[in-house]
């Protein structure tokens, strides 16, 4: 994990395969990056479940790995937390029902949880130091989605009294409060939060006197509580999808009434249009962009203005995570493999499943290690996987 969480969506333990305290290590079950495997290699490990027969890894910051698997009997699914120094998975329980970690950043766990089998789903914030799960709340409705993380600053998107109308949010860990970030059409209007860096949190929201479907891109100021209109590329709508210091990124219709991708610096209120090779889900790291047409992924460099594809340009390659030069993500060509990839080099990486034959990856730490799910051998001949299991891929050291 970068510095935050995105969310777009994200016990059986394993044996004891790797120390990343202490670096890349070979275990046993590991195994070698697959077909047209870049210059870096890696090691797959597989961090079991808690007692049922699927898990699924979403983050990864420093030793530890979140995400959600089946208890025993397959009976519901709980979040989880995985060290990978001591081996050992942790089911960090529930508010009622089933629950799902989607982040993590330091001993903070983020992710949502039903508050009952029949009831809405609620964020909630763990504390692996306390060892305690809290229920963040609401803005008054009855269901609250989790979208970013940063320090002790969490920001989504909850529903208003009647739950007719969400607004985006921030709240802080340390003192336990929520605060309404408003929309740019005021208390009626609809507003959702992407993600934060910071102090600043951006996200979507509707505008005054406009139809419903029309959106700008906004970012919000938690220091001073002011609201910045993102604009468009000439046309009538945009969104906001990510944050790295400065620099927006999103989706925008131009003058021309296409959609293309573009980059705004709050500093100096530069917009960049980034084309129709940045159109879906973009993601910001420092001066790169990446993003996709729906069918290829390509990065943008904000400095050179240059851009390049990202993978081998076969099938469907979406991007998850960027993280400095290096990205993250899943491609389908047709079947669906995880990938490392750099985009100062062109460095690409398939990574291996667990014995079965697809496998899809998450996030990436700042040892370079991958989560992310990977599956096991399939039962019978006929059937390409087996159960897909969390996993990590850990970078082996050149001999």
Known sequence: MRRRVRVRVGVLAAAGLL?????PAYGAGSSQAGPAAGSVRYAVHDLGTLGGTRSQATAID???VVGASLTGGDATEHAFA??????AMTDLGTLGGSSRATGVEGSLVVGRSDLSPNRPAHGFV????????VDIGTLGGSRTDITGLDGDTVVGTSSLPGDTVSHAFAYSVRTR???DLGSLAGPSGRSSAAAVDGPLVVGTSTLPDTPASTTHGFAYDLRTRTTTDLGTLGGSTSTANDISGSIVVGQSRTAAGSLAGYAYDLRTGIRTDLGPRLLTAQLVSGTTVVGGDGLLASAYDLTTHETTMIGSGRGVTEVRQIARNVVVGDNFAPNSFAF???VDNGDFTYLDSLGGLNSSAAQINGRGVVAGSAALPPAD???ANGPFHAAVWVPLRAA
């Open 19 to 23: 120390v990343v305290g202490a670096g």
């Open 62 to 64: 420093g030793r530890t």
């Open 82 to 87: 995985y060290d990978l120094r001591r081996h």
């Open 126 to 133: 763990y504390d692996l130091r306390t060892r305690r799960m």
């Open 177 to 179: 409060t929520m605060t």
């Open 340 to 342: 490392v990839a750099r």
């Open 381 to 383: 001949p006929v059937t």
